[in-house]
């Protein structure tokens, strides 16, 4: 089955609730490197109930629809299909617990044509069960190997964000656990590729790799902690594209770029020097 452009743009992806409470912000924190050095009051504050705040790209895993690519009926190649881009913005600081419903819908999807893979382009908007209140929209691009040439809109997909060209203005280095995806894994994403060996073996891979939403979220934190001063309410937007799988354990280097309220940001698994997320781009209040 191949994908049907009209059918795939009015897709009804069901509605997700979801309560979550302050014990999974704490575990979200955990999971992206924060409490490595306990001693460090700035990072304690994710992870200790007493003044808790959360960690803004937490958001990216709060009501998610999940894997409807492979569950709803998309006629899309499930196996072949790659994490792409990840986009972030908060219309409010994401609250330490609550109830959220996620709102996802197809937003564009582009044939890059026979044997070049198609592109699908989703949003999610995130709200208060109670209030209404927009808290968040997260946006996602997803690369679809094996369905090009299915007779869609055959034209360029949206240009990525290009980092300067000069020498960035710092970088910062995080070191992440070696148990690091069997703690991330517990906000949700439970795919055997992150956590069991044979499995990973089997995809090519020495051993299990890190969630790329987690590498997002360590890029995240070394945003936060390079130019926020550790305040999550300054942190408006993120957005970046995945380019090459890490390993937990490794260490990652991210590279800033501050002009004015934008913040460009590259990150690099230092041991191998592969660049893991590029053309990212966040926004400073």
Not at 240 to 264: H, K, L, N, Q, Y
Request: proline fraction near 6%; aromatic fraction near 6%.
């Amino acid at each position: 089955m191949a994908i049907d452009y009209e059918k795939l743009i009015a897709l009804a992806i069901p509605d997700v609730r979801q309560t979550y409470t302050a014990r999974d912000t704490m575990l979200y924190a955990l999971g992206v490197g924060l409490g490595r050095d306990p001693m460090d009051r700035d990072q304690l504050r994710f992870i200790y109930e007493k003044d808790l705040s959360a960690l803004p790209t937490m958001a990216v895993v709060l009501a998610s629809p999940g894997s409807w690519i492979r569950t709803l009926n998309t006629g899309i190649d499930y196996v072949k299909v790659v994490h792409g881009e990840q986009g972030l913005v908060l219309h409010r600081p994401l609250p330490v617990e609550g109830t959220l419903v996620g709102r996802t819908r197809v937003v564009d999807v582009i044939d890059k044509g026979a044997g070049k893979g198609a592109v699908v382009l989703s949003e999610r908007d995130l709200t208060d069960a109670v209030t209404g209140e927009r808290i968040a929209s997260i946006t996602q691009t997803t690369f679809c190997r094996g369905d090009g040439g299915f007779g869609g809109p055959a034209r360029s997909t949206p240009a990525a964000h290009k980092v300067p060209e000069r020498a960035p203005d710092m970088v910062c280095e995080l070191q992440t656990n070696a148990n690091a995806a069997l703690v991330y894994r517990l906000s949700g994403d439970y795919n055997p590729l992150h956590s069991d060996p044979d499995v990973a073996a089997k995809a090519g891979f020495p051993q299990p790799i890190l969630h790329g939403l987690a590498t997002y979220g360590v890029t995240g934190h070394a945003i936060l902690k390079s130019v926020c001063g550790y305040d999550p309410g300054r942190l408006c937007a993120i957005s970046a594209r995945f380019t090459a799988p890490v390993f937990p354990g490794e260490t990652f280097a991210v590279s800033i770029w501050r002009d004015g309220d934008v913040v460009s940001f590259e990150t690099r698994a230092v041991e191998r020097g592969v660049l893991a997320i590029g053309n990212g781009r966040a926004e400073i209040a």
